[in-house]
């Protein structure tokens, strides 16, 4: 959850303009490690440069860092527990990365500079929210924007009124399969207040869920907040922020889920303006999906979420994926260059992938095939038909797989993130050739094809 509440969803029609087809990919597994450590000189270990590598998404070198300048015995630092709580936080490693916040915390005196005292509380206020303590979260993220963090008030109310403990399950069984309906984003059926099915798109993408405010009035979901900010590939709208009573999903129901309350019409998707494509009625953000494991097969039309389990929280990070403010954040090899850093979208639709223009940039020595075209793109808040560049014939390596032949248009993220520079999406075009596990417990995607 952010300053604002990013909803991205990408619609699954692209329009094949201009010769603009899309390629058939070629899938081979590879022995990929999950970080090859590099040899750090004395002088490569300093604050800043962990600060520089956390924000460039280079997680795994970070962590390297840090286990280097723990031996210089630096621990009195305030700024070194606060590099290890963010990225034990990326690790979903929450009691630990709380720890080090508090470690931080006792290191607080007159003389520390105000923006190391906001972005402490910032980060601790989001750590709560992240254990579903808003009652501990609201404090200290309104302290942070007490002192000039950009925190949007809206955000701290939601916290400072929703006085309900979040995503409380209830299930007879620990796993339940659903029918997943797949035409390029995958859907599932969902009841709200006990209500009767309704449509939800299922989108790692998506930073909070979605309720229409259509469905909202009927199932008397109502708002603790209005005014927040959303943002989609329509551009940003207005939504109310409320809590859902009770979500079922096949034989689970998830008590007291936090919803952004969208005007129906950002969620009916609609050509050129006037011809509609599809409408749905919500969106099951990551907020909720990763309070599971949950598996995304493609190919057999099912969705499969498995209750979670108490587990020790594992004392090292063994993951291959990180969690950053609600975004699925993936470690990416572009053209057997390492160091990228993709969202994992499962809203996303209408091409394999898509890369930023930063991302293209770190490319710039590559001899590349790049193309124009008009696509097609649709999302929360509205879309219609743009010209892209288009970088054609690329091989990802993601999971332990090379990808082949693999199209990305260029696209000017709406997801724009202070904590961390992100380069491109991983779509369903790409997903739909795997069945997907997300273990949120061990940090892992694991693909089958």
Same mark, same amino acid.
């Given at each position: 959850?952010?300053?604002?509440?990013?909803?991205?969803?990408?619609?699954?029609?692209?329009?094949?303009?201009?010769?603009?087809?899309?390629?058939?990919?070629?899938?081979?597994?590879?022995?990929?490690?999950?970080?090859?450590?590099?040899?750090?000189?004395?002088?490569?270990?300093?604050?800043?440069?962990?600060?520089?590598?956390?924000?460039?998404?280079?997680?795994?070198?970070?962590?390297?860092?840090?286990?280097?300048?723990?031996?210089?015995?630096?621990?009195?630092?305030?700024?070194?527990?606060?590099?290890?709580?963010?990225?034990?936080?990326?690790?979903?490693?929450?009691?630990?990365?709380?720890?080090?916040?508090?470690?931080?915390?006792?290191?607080?005196?007159?003389?520390?500079?105000?923006?190391?005292?906001?972005?402490?509380?910032?980060?601790?206020?989001?750590?709560?929210?992240?254990?579903?303590?808003?009652?501990?979260?609201?404090?200290?993220?309104?302290?942070?924007?007490?002192?000039?963090?950009?925190?949007?008030?809206?955000?701290?109310?939601?916290?400072?009124?929703?006085?309900?403990?979040?995503?409380?399950?209830?299930?007879?069984?620990?796993?339940?399969?659903?029918?997943?309906?797949?035409?390029?984003?995958?859907?599932?059926?969902?009841?709200?207040?006990?209500?009767?099915?309704?449509?939800?798109?299922?989108?790692?993408?998506?930073?909070?869920?979605? $309720?229409?405010?259509?469905?909202?009035?009927? &199932?008397?979901?109502?708002?603790?907040?209005? !005014?927040?900010? %959303? *943002? /989609?590939? #329509?551009?940003?709208?207005?939504?109310?922020?409320?809590?859902?009573?009770?979500?079922?999903?096949?034989?689970?129901?998830?008590?007291?889920?936090?919803?952004?309350?969208?005007?129906?019409?950002?969620?009916?998707?609609?050509?050129?303006?006037?011809?509609?494509?599809?409408?749905?009625?919500?969106?099951?953000?990551?907020?909720?999906?990763?309070?599971?494991?949950?598996?995304?097969?493609?190919?057999?039309?099912?969705?499969?979420?498995?209750?979670?389990?108490?587990?020790?929280?594992?004392?090292?990070?063994?993951?291959?994926?990180?969690?950053?403010?609600?975004?699925?954040?993936?470690?990416?090899?572009?053209?057997?260059?390492?160091?990228?850093?993709?969202?994992?979208?499962?809203?996303?639709?209408?091409?394999?992938?898509?890369?930023?223009?930063?991302? $293209?940039?770190?490319?710039?020595?590559?001899? &590349?095939?790049?193309?124009?075209?008009?696509? !097609?793109?649709? %999302? *929360? /808040?509205? #879309?219609?038909?743009?010209?892209?560049?288009?970088?054609?014939?690329?091989?990802?390596?993601?999971?332990?797989?090379?990808?082949?032949?693999?199209?990305?248009?260029?696209?000017?993220?709406?997801?724009?993130?202070?904590?961390?520079?992100?380069?491109?999406?991983?779509?369903?075009?790409?997903?739909?050739?795997?069945?997907?596990?997300?273990?949120?417990?061990?940090?892992?995607?694991?693909?089958?094809?």
């Amino acid at each position: 959850m952010k300053a604002t509440f990013k909803i991205l969803l990408w619609a699954s029609l692209v329009l094949h303009i201009a010769g603009c087809a899309v390629s058939k990919l070629q899938i081979t597994e590879v022995q990929s490690p999950r970080y090859s450590p590099k040899d750090i000189s004395h002088q490569d270990v300093s604050v800043a440069r962990i600060k520089q590598e956390l924000r460039e998404g280079h997680l795994g070198l970070a962590e390297q860092l840090l286990e280097a300048i723990l031996k210089e015995g630096k621990e009195d630092e305030i700024e070194i527990h606060m590099c290890r709580g963010l990225l034990y936080h990326y690790q979903n490693r929450l009691q630990a990365a709380l720890n080090e916040f508090k470690k931080a915390l006792t290191l607080l005196n007159p003389t520390v500079d105000q923006a190391i005292q906001r972005n402490l509380y910032e980060n601790i206020g989001y750590l709560y929210y992240d254990l579903n303590n808003y009652k501990k979260a609201a404090p200290y993220l309104r302290q942070s924007k007490e002192l000039g963090g950009e925190i949007e008030e809206a955000e701290i109310e939601f916290f400072e009124k929703f006085q309900s403990i979040p995503y409380q399950i209830e299930t007879q069984n620990q796993t339940t399969k659903l029918k997943m309906d797949y035409k390029g984003i995958p859907t599932v059926k969902s009841k709200v207040n006990g209500s009767r099915e309704l449509d939800f798109i299922l989108d790692t993408g998506a930073q909070m869920t979605v $309720l229409s405010s259509e469905m909202a009035k009927k &199932l008397n979901v109502k708002p603790l907040v209005s !005014g927040s900010r %959303g *943002a /989609g590939a #329509g551009g940003e709208f207005s939504v109310d922020l409320g809590m859902i009573d009770s979500l079922q999903l096949g034989d689970i129901v998830i008590k007291n889920v936090p919803v952004a309350i969208i005007d129906s019409r950002k969620l009916t998707f609609k050509l050129f303006g006037f011809m509609t494509i599809f409408k749905i009625d919500g969106i099951i953000g990551l907020p909720l999906l990763k309070q599971f494991d949950v598996i995304f097969d493609y190919k057999g039309k099912r969705f499969i979420l498995d209750a979670p389990q108490k587990i020790e929280e594992p004392l090292s990070f063994e993951g291959n994926f990180y969690l950053v403010r609600d975004m699925m954040i993936l470690p990416v090899g572009i053209n057997g260059i390492d160091g990228f850093t993709f969202h994992v979208d499962t809203g996303g639709g209408g091409s394999h992938a898509f890369i930023t223009p930063e991302g $293209l940039e770190e490319l710039k020595n590559q001899q &590349l095939k790049i193309s124009k075209n008009l696509r !097609g793109v649709w %999302g *929360a /808040g509205g #879309g219609g038909v743009r010209k892209f560049k288009d970088v054609k014939n690329v091989v990802l390596r993601i999971c332990g797989f090379d990808i082949r032949n693999v199209d990305m248009p260029v696209f000017e993220s709406p997801i724009k993130d202070k904590l961390l520079e992100t380069d491109g999406f991983i779509n369903n075009m790409i997903l739909e050739n795997f069945k997907v596990k997300m273990d949120f417990r061990k940090m892992q995607i694991i693909l089958a094809n």
